[in-house]
């Protein structure tokens, strides 16, 4: 994409970045930073892009801190803190005539205007190098106003339980100190930019949540009444894992780690079998793994909740970067014809909701439901209103069986049998892989075949009728009309936003397959549509094309490995409507 | 002894081959589960692709007819989930060595209380006579035109290896000992392997009912708490031993282990959800 | 699909049905017969359906014999051999009153009429039980005016190598007898029926080749350089492997069974690294375990071949039955975006040389292609002309390396950079799964990656240059245009023949991806389309309408696991023109 | 010697933590190719995805760097296509053991000729500190929040009980040591395995430079022809052995044993098409 930086209408938030290397402690410095913020009453936005390593390399954060909601990232940085040599050049990109540079002047090897802050001798002044970061966060804090008393606060609950009394202390000095810093520097009106806009602190603030996209598909699991998680590791969908194993306890979750994909998807489906509510989380090449068990699901119609964070592929790709690439692959994906479901969470609030709701439609009809997500939503979080706890009992849907059992019955118009589980009845449960009659029997007849094939695919229709439709954002009288879907919605919402059009507005996709039919009706109302994804062949376009027979004019691709910026994109559009005008 | 309840699915026949092994095996589990006196309800099978995975099909009891290799994974899984019930997971030799060689492994370490039966035929039956990981150098098929190059798998030694904490080998030539080998493993706590010498009359012409029975012999005066003496006796290959090799009663099951499923919770399938935990999780995240 | 007896024309051809269980031998009498009468100067056609299962239960072949080229089954029977009791029960779907059923009375259960022979006291009149399968083949011969003198010469041959004078002696006995039985149920007029047209023979069809679809596609991979073969048995695909292990010593191929599929594709990767030319045969639960190393091959550009034989699915399904219900999953298979191709044989030639291309395609764009066929196209053979041997030695397009070699130049335009091999020449060739820069080390540079992308998919520019056009059957002058994919190319074609109609053409598609853009120009053209597929929700279909933005009419959808029958589907075609001609 | 001969990629930088046992193994491999003359172009290494995995991608070699877990599959066929190269397969204890366990014990029954490195740190790095197959029992993480409940992975114990032809371990700590097995390992024909202890210094807190130092001794005065004596040495737990624990150099190895590479042929990659096989082979099919 190309790089403009006219912004088009004034800033109204301030863009940090944090940069440096692995283990420089960048992620203490956000997560402490964006809570304090936000109990001071901002809103805060906070994203990270990192390498595949544990040590070295360069790795930023941004966080976006406003007096009103901002979910997405920008490509301008307004307040740089670079942590090692490379960071500038790292974010060179995005720095531009308006960007405060804060650093240790020395440590740094640049010709870039640097404001000098030696956090190192200040951090041993206190006592140890290791300060240093808490330096950062009492500046940052300083510069944005927050409140250095919650701040204080927090540190406090933060370093009490696992550190000496002496080690809680020394964090506040710094903090302290690097507050003052800050007060000095704007009292030596070292900070002036045109870029750094007045905040207003909110209470209505204080009780928003902060998490992150993995903790909200955790925490939507949880109150889908998962009990059961088996996973093998792989970036960016492990969040997942840890956060459940991390609650086990508390929520009575068997939490295994397995050799392999391939034992994580049948470990998954065996639980499903007794009645538990079991998921995996894994990223592209995992789910490649799992495509066999996946169709498993499909055959002996046992529910399975699948949660796929996408990351740059083909193969190994790039582990801790974004794309939206596998969503062709993850809807047809499986030999055989069966029906599924595939929801991709546009939000925060989404990954909660829609990730219990995949466990509760898995029961329901019996099928795997795909949660597909990407690195983006998994480590980017930004305040977020009270949730809902879910009110009801589990429901899953199980019956008691009683001795003719047939856990196949065909009678049932629906094709959803009513579902028996092994040891709860008189019954018997038999579940075949082979073509199988009602009673889950090996069979080659080939009336009965026909019939099965007819009952698995007919469950389609009740599941049909409770797709969710598209969220329409902006203009409710447009002439253009934006098109994504998943994780992108607050950056193509914040785009749209700043081009300021009356006549633009965003359709917007949670649940993938099967697409609700109302989009035809969103997508025939508009002159144009511009689809945008984070992909290169612009799979949801071609998917949303075959199901509504409706032509996308435009589409705008990002596949590099990072997600959209809000300001770019609305760039970008704008760009792509000139030149239509001028034709 | 529920001496009533038949273990015999009686709607369909089984679909081998006469005189093959697999009926024996299908024999003697039916009397294995009659002698233990267990609920039909109460045992799953868990099977995978082959002549030997369809067993649990001929058999009045829960079932699982998974993937082919894949019977360990689910059947780890339904221990796990519901330790009332009796789980075996069961299979062939291509199944659980070849395609399910992984879950081998690594169903031995986890040490669930389930019980592995591998109906060991030294040849892929349902596919039609190519070589298994259990075939001999030299055994010439369609596939491997010049004879096997590989050297078979010995998976009793493997498991021992592995520390398995019950490892036997059977041959269902010898039904009353196959049943009381199947018996001692599903009783034994934890996982426990059974591979079952079983000929394959149609295309296994080298290792027929005669071969086993000129080739093995039962296992005596062999302690089976001592594993190296195990592995040793695991490596014979003159004639092969039939009986328990190894057995370790102390070491405690993956149910066992998952903190999880700690008794006085209650039955893990139908705990409550947590809601006020969940409430207090979100509420941490004001902080 | 509904059942009518009515035929539309006369028929010109028999058809002859063998029925019995695993292990009576049918094998021998299909293979011997369709030999001995094809050297007597006739078309024949064959194909079977079995059970999973190596003994019992209910298999059956049906031969075709004609004086003009057939290439296709029919929901008829006309002479039918019932070799055990249940046979008559399994096909009497077929049966109808004009069938011939000819079998040992005693034997068989049945209230039909049955020409009454004792296969089995003939045989042990002769010595030995087993020759009752030699005495049908003789009776056949006799029936069908077959060359006995070509059947004993053919006999002698066949057996002579392996057996004793004796057994073949009594074996030319056994045939002797068995057409001996032909001409007196002849003569004492009991075959008489209204459907047993009188064929003639032709000194044409000697020279014609007899082989079924897994021989083809292995001669095909043969011709196309194949030198390595790694697998994992799996119904219907394993033909194929064993063809090539059969072969190995003649060829110097390495066939390799693997422990897995994930191995067998890993390895055929590995092979084609160093310049070798592998492939891979599987069905679609072998394949779903290969889509990882698919998406492998994709990204380091290593070609590979994958044979995918479908069979009814999701799952384990139905093992030796037929089915086109992979194409969707084959298509975007595999994490992220790469380029494939996708062939689907239409004929025995088509298996023969489609593979052969897809070795050579493979190479010369560095991609996986991937040959789509079906348990019908496995079993199923009929008379084929002389098939070319390749004129010219293998391109394997590979380069002798220099010391600053480049595994991924970016330079190249169309994506494709020289391919070189470790050992052949002084540079080092260096593959990798990550995101790579043209070294092919690691790299997380976000515009290497953006350009790499653009490489790996700029392959699709040059391949689309080369896409074979679908295959235009019927009348030029088309309204109706049926369309179809991979192996029923014949079955169509002959049901069409049979509505001879002048307003009807086949539009049939041999390469299924990327789609030529031709199909847009024929199906503009048509009125109605109609598309026929073997699956349950006419993916090909849903394939085109997407590519092309046409609409498919009518889909005519068989998934019992049967493949099409001409006449059957002669019937479905007929009714729904008369339907819409009534509207 | 081609002393001259530099095996170190200069261009890019490890991506390793400071202080990472693999940079001993790195060191290592430079020498032992220096030692063994070898020419970049003829050394193939074949790797998964990991820390380990990276490896080669800091080596002045041929690379194919694969799947997770899934090196051995194409090393095997690299050696089987083209023998004259020399092919190492190289990796972490996950992404041999964990993942790519089927593949660890087919190759061994195959015997290719390709020495099999695993860089076993006890942990998986990359993905930042969960347990591995050879984590102890009881070794935290987050996600094996109360420990590690799965028996670890004993590889040596398992490869001989598989009959690898050469099975050692070493620790890199040691890396004299740690040269002279590999270079043992790559000059043995057939399948070798060196398990090489490496410490993980950012998320092995346990297994450390420290501990290897305390619980690992060299392997003396053992017979490593002896297959029952190698296993007795190989379940040793008290302090770990590194060493050969076995060796046969007797086995025929899988090139050895393919007929289709028999010499006499000539090189098995430029073999001319069989143009008059195939016509025959055509010919065959009119009858
Ligand atoms: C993923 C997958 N690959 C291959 C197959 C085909 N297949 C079915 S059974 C079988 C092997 C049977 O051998 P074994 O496990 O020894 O059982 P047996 O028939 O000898 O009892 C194979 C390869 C399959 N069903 N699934
Ligand atoms: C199919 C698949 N699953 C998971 C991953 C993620 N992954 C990359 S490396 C790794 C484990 C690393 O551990 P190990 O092999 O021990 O190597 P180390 O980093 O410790 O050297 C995992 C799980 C992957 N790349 N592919
Ligand atoms: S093929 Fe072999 S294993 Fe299968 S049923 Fe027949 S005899 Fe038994
Ligand atoms: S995480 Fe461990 S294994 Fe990986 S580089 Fe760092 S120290 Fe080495
Ligand atoms: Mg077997
Ligand atoms: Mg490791």
Known sequence: ?583 | MNKTISFEQQIVKPAWCPGCGNFLILKALQQVFTELSLLPQEVVIVSGIGQAAKTPQYLNVNMFNGLHGRALPPATAIKACNSKLTVIAEGGDGDMYGEGGNHFIHTIRRNPDVTHLVHNNMVYGLTKGQASPTSDIGYKTPVQVDGVISDPINPIAMAISLGASFVARAYCGDIEHTIEIIKKAIQHRGYALVDIFQPCVTFNKVNTFQWFKDNTYILQDHDVHDINKAFIRATERDRLPVGIFYQNEQKETFEQRLKVLEEGKGDFLFRAMNKKGLEELLKVREY
């Not at chain 1, 994909?261 to 509510?277: C, K, P, V």
């Not at chain 1, 609700?516 to 002159?527: G, K, N, Q, Y």
Request: glycine share 8%; hydrophobic share 40%; net charge negative.
């Open chain 1, 1 to 583: 994409m190309k790089r403009e930086n006219k912004p088009q209408i004034p800033e109204q938030d301030i863009s940090i970045v944090l940069c440096g290397e692995a283990g420089q402690g960048i992620q203490t410095v956000e997560e402490l930073l964006t809570r304090i913020l936000k109990l001071s009453g901002y809103y805060v936005f906070a994203t990270k892009e990192y390498m595949s390593r544990v040590r070295g390399g360069s790795n930023s954060t941004q966080i976006r801190v406003s007096s009103k909601p901002i979910q997405a990232p920008v490509a301008r940085i307004d307040v740089l803190i670079p942590l090692d040599r490379e960071a500038i050049k790292h974010v060179s990109y995005y720095i531009d005539e308006h960007t405060i540079i804060i650093g240790d002047e020395e440590k740094l090897d640049t010709n870039k205007k640097v404001i000098n802050v030696s956090f190192l001798k200040m951090a041993q002044e206190i006592g140890k190098a290791i300060y240093a970061n808490i330096i950062a966060v009492g500046l940052l804090l300083g510069l944005l106003d927050g409140d250095i008393k919650i701040g204080k606060d927090f540190l406090t609950d933060y370093f009490t339980e696992k550190n000496k009394k002496e080690f809680v202390e020394d964090n506040i000095k710094a903090l302290e100190k690097g507050y003052q810093e800050a007060r000095r520097l704007i009292k030596e009106n070292l900070l002036k930019s045109e870029r750094l806009p007045k905040l207003k602190k909110s209470s209505k603030v204080k009780n928003n949540l902060l998490f992150n996209g993995a903790e909200a598909v955790g925490l939507g699991a949880i109150a889908g009444g998962c009990n059961f998680i088996s996973s093998y590791p792989m970036s960016p969908s492990t969040g997942v894992l840890t956060f459940l194993a991390q609650h086990a306890h508390d929520f009575d979750i068997i939490a295994e780690q397995t050799e392999d994909e391939i034992s994580a998807i049948n470990m998954a489906i065996g639980a499903w079998y007794t009645g538990a509510r079991a998921m995996v989380t894994t990223s592209g090449g995992g789910f490649a793994l799992m495509t066999e068990g996946l169709s498993l699901a499909g055959m002996i119609e046992t529910p399975v909740v699948i949660h796929l964070a996408q990351r740059p592929a083909p193969s190994t790709g790039l582990p801790t970067r974004t794309e939206q690439g596998d969503l062709l692959f993850v809807l047809y994906a499986g030999h055989g014809e069966f029906p599924r479901i595939i929801l991709a969470p546009a939000t925060i609030e989404d990954a909660y909701y829609l990730t219990q709701k995949a466990f509760n439609w898995a029961d329901k009809f019996q099928i795997p439901v795909i949660i597909l997500t990407d690195q983006y939503t998994m480590d980017t979080y930004y305040n977020i209103k009270k949730l809902t706890i879910p009110k009801e009992e589990i429901n899953n849907f199980i019956i008691k069986t009683d001795s003719d059992y047939h856990r196949y019955n065909l009678k049932i118009k629906d094709g959803i049998s009513p579902r028996g589980i092994p040891g709860f009845g008189e019954g018997l449960v038999r579940v075949d892989s082979d073509e199988h009659d009602e009673m889950g029997l090996i069979t080659e007849d080939m009336d009965i075949r026909k019939r099965m094939v007819e009952k698995r695919n007919a469950k389609w229709y009740p599941l049909k009728k409770e797709i969710l439709p598209p969220t329409l954002a902006g203009a409710k009288d447009y002439r253009i009309l934006l098109v994504g879907w998943g994780s992108t919605f607050n950056i193509i919402k914040e785009a749209m936003e700043r081009l300021d059009r009356p006549d633009i507005a965003l359709l917007h996709f949670q649940q993938l397959y099967p697409i609700s039919e109302e989009s035809i009706v969103f997508l025939d109302r508009a002159e144009q549509v511009i689809s945008i994804e984070n992909n290169y062949s612009g799979q949801f376009s071609r998917l949303l094309e075959a199901e509504t027979g409706i032509s996308v004019g435009t589409k705008i691709l990002k596949y590099n490995g990072l997600p959209f910026y809000a300001d770019e994109l609305a760039r970008e559009i704008d760009d792509i409507l000139k030149e239509v005008a001028q034709k």
